[in-house]
C-alpha cells in the first residue's frame, strides 16, 4: 500500500485535535486529521441535555465565533459549532478510520489505519478519554443492563436503578432519572458526595438523599450484578436488591496501552502522567507531541478545551522551528 505523506499528522477530530490541523493550515503545512469516529467524537457521545461548563467564547477555536442560547453552551450547539468550523477552515479530515499500528519512519512517522498507510514528519496525539470507562470488574458487568454511558432519562421511567459514583456525572444522572420517575438508589465508596460536585448541584442530591428521594448506600461498593437484582457490599454487610439498569458512571481514562505503543513514556507519579516539554508539548519521542486532555494523564479535570487550545499553536510553533533550523 502506497504511503500518504503529510508534513503533520493529527490522531484525533476532537476540538483540540481540530484546533491542530487549523494551526498547520495557517502555517502552510500538509495535514491531516484521523479519527475512528465521528467528528468531536466524545462531545456527541455526551448526554443529550448535556450544558457544558465554559461559557461559549472559551470553547472558540479558529476565529469563528461560537454563539450561543445561553451564556453556557450544551452538546447540540457544540456539536453544530465544531462542524461549522471544520467546513468554515475545509479542514483535510479523515473519520471512521481507526488507527492499528504507529512506528517510527526514515523521517519521521508512519501510522496504519483500517483504510489507508500515511506518513508524517511529525505526528499530534490529540486523543480523548471518554472511549475506556474504568470498569467495574465484577460478575454480571457483561449484562445488558449495565451501561457505562448515559445519554437521556426517559428509558429509565418506572425503573429501579443503580447509579455508581459520587462525581458530577453520577450526581447528574441520579437527580436527571429520579426526575424522570425512575426509582434511585446511589452506590457510593467514599463517605459522601464529593466537595467537587458542582456547588450548585451538590445541596439538590444532599437533600433528596435526606428526605429519601434517592436512596444511597456510603461506605459501599457492587459485589455482583445478577439478571433482576444487584448484590451490594454495605459497612452492615451484603444487601440484595431489586434492580432493571446499572449506571456505572465510574470515570474514563486516557488510551495509555496507544501511548505507550508510540514509545511515549511516563512520570512515575499517581497520576500517570506522559513526560513532555511544556513548551513545545513534545514527547519523549522525537517530533511527536501531545495535546489536550491527555496531558493530565489520570488527572483528566486538569486540561479542558478552554485551557488546552493553547496546546495547538506551541506544536505548530515548534514543527516550524524545527524547519527552519
Given amino acids: ?54 461559557t461559549s467564547e472559551k470553547l472558540e477555536i479558529g476565529g469563528v465565533p461560537f454563539i450561543s442560547h445561553q451564556p453556557k453552551p450544551n452538546r447540540q450547539e457544540a456539536l453544530e459549532y465544531y462542524r461549522r468550523v471544520c467546513m468554515s477552515w475545509n479542514l483535510h479530515v479523515k473519520l471512521y478510520e ?37 470498569l467495574l470488574h465484577i460478575p454480571g458487568e457483561d449484562l445488558p443492563k449495565v451501561r457505562h454511558y448515559y445519554d437521556e432519562p426517559h428509558p429509565y421511567f418506572g425503573q ?28 457510593i465508596r467514599e463517605d459522601e458526595i464529593r466537595d467537587s460536585v458542582k456547588y450548585w448541584v451538590r445541596p439538590d442530591i444532599i437533600n433528596r438523599i435526606a428526605e429519601g428521594s434517592i436512596k444511597v448506600f456510603f461506605g459501599s461498593s457492587l459485589k455482583s450484578i445478577k439478571p433482576t437484582t444487584v448484590e451490594i457490599q454495605t459497612l452492615e454487610g451484603e444487601v440484595e436488591l431489586k434492580n432493571d439498569f446499572v449506571l456505572a458512571m465510574t470515570g ?20 500517570t502522567t506522559p513526560i513532555y516539554d511544556e513548551h513545545t508539548m ?32 506551541l506544536i505548530i510553533e515548534a514543527i516550524m522551528a524545527k524547519k527552519s533550523t
Avoid at 491531516?32 to 467524537?41: F, H, Q, S
Avoid at 501510522?111 to 472511549?131: H, N, P
Avoid at 495509555?256 to 512515575?268: C, L, T, W, Y
Wanted: aromatic letters at 12%; proline letters at 3%; hydrophobic letters at 45%.
Fill in 1 to 54: 500500500m502506497e504511503a500518504e505523506n503529510y508534513d503533520v499528522i493529527i490522531v484525533g477530530a476532537g476540538p483540540i485535535g481540530l484546533a491542530c490541523g487549523i494551526e498547520a493550515q495557517k502555517a502552510g503545512l500538509t495535514y491531516v486529521i484521523i479519527d475512528k469516529g465521528c467528528l468531536v467524537n466524545s462531545i456527541y457521545h455526551y448526554p443529550l441535555n448535556m450544558t457544558f461548563f465554559s
Fill in 98 to 134: 481507526k488507527v492499528l499500528k504507529l512506528g517510527l519512519a526514515d523521517d519521521g512517522h508512519e501510522l496504519t489505519t483500517e483504510k489507508g498507510y500515511y506518513k508524517g514528519k511529525a505526528l499530534i496525539l490529540a486523543l480523548g478519554f471518554y472511549d475506556l470507562p474504568y
Fill in 160 to 187: 429501579h436503578i443503580i447509579v455508581v459514583g459520587a462525581a458530577n456525572s453520577a450526581v447528574d444522572v441520579a437527580l436527571e432519572t429520579w426526575r424522570k420517575g425512575a426509582y434511585v438508589t446511589m452506590v
Fill in 252 to 271: 474514563y481514562q486516557p488510551p495509555f496501552e496507544f501511548m505507550k505503543s508510540a514509545g511515549i513514556q511516563f512520570n512515575d507519579d499517581e497520576y
Fill in 282 to 313: 513534545e514527547s519523549t519521542v522525537k517530533d511527536l507531541y501531545l495535546a489536550g486532555v491527555l496531558c493530565g494523564g489520570l488527572k483528566t479535570n486538569k486540561w479542558f478545551i478552554e485551557n488546552s487550545r493553547v496546546h495547538a499553536a
